[in-house]
Each structure stands twice: as C-alpha cells, then as structure tokens.
C-alpha cells in the first residue's frame, strides 16, 4: 500500500493510480462513475501542469463543459466534500486550505 498521511490523503500524489483510485473511492463507499473521472482526470491533469490541487470551482467548470452537469453536481458525485472526498480518491496531498488555486 502507497504511504497516507493521518487523514488518509497520499503523502506522494505521484503514487496515485486508477485502481488506488478505486480503493479510495470504495473507502469513501463512492462507486466511481464516468463523471467522478470526469473530475479525477481534471484534478490529476491540472495537478500534473502546475503541482497544485484545483480549487473545486474550476472542476465544477470542468464538468459542466464535458457531462453538462450543474452547479451542485460536484457535491452529489461527493457527497462529504470536495477535500475530503475528491481531492483523497484523485490522490491530491491535503489541501492546506478550502480554495486551493
């Protein structure tokens, strides 16, 4: 198993892979659909570009251009928070704050 912090979050993003992906998701009792990836690619991708988590905001956007999903969509896909759901299942290290750039 890949090194977590306390929290649950990889200490290394650069371990993540998409079967990790599953087994957090599985964690967070999430059954990943195509639009979680529609957000996880984002995040890595954006991650990946300029090693920094995207703030949630800019995911919204991101499935709202390719699924057509509202606003809030982001919140039913993770129920428990963007951070704490999201940002753990796509392999982010735990954003230092909320709004993370």
Same mark, same amino acid.
């Given at each position: 198993?890949? @090194?977590?912090?306390? $929290?649950?979050?990889?200490? /290394?993003?650069?371990?993540? *892979? +998409? @079967?990790?992906?599953? $087994?957090?998701?599985?964690? /967070?009792?999430?059954?990943? *659909? +195509?639009?979680?990836?529609?957000?996880?690619?984002?995040?890595?991708?954006?991650?990946?570009?300029?090693?920094?988590?995207?703030?949630?905001?800019?995911?919204?956007?991101?499935?709202?251009?390719?699924?057509?999903?509202?606003?809030?969509?982001?919140?039913?896909?993770?129920?428990?928070?963007?951070?704490?759901?999201?940002?753990?299942?796509?392999?982010?290290?735990?954003?230092?704050?909320?709004?993370?750039?």
């Amino acid at each position: 198993m890949v @090194k977590r912090d306390p $929290e649950g979050y990889l200490i /290394e993003p650069e371990d993540w *892979t +998409d @079967k990790l992906a599953h $087994e957090l998701a599985a964690e /967070e009792e999430i059954v990943l *659909t +195509d639009e979680h990836w529609v957000v996880i690619k984002f995040m890595r991708d954006h991650y990946k570009d300029n090693q920094v988590t995207p703030d949630v905001r800019h995911a919204m956007k991101q499935l709202k251009e390719e699924c057509g999903a509202g606003r809030n969509r982001i919140f039913e896909l993770f129920p428990y928070g963007y951070v704490q759901q999201a940002c753990k299942i796509a392999g982010m290290k735990r954003p230092r704050t909320w709004s993370t750039g």
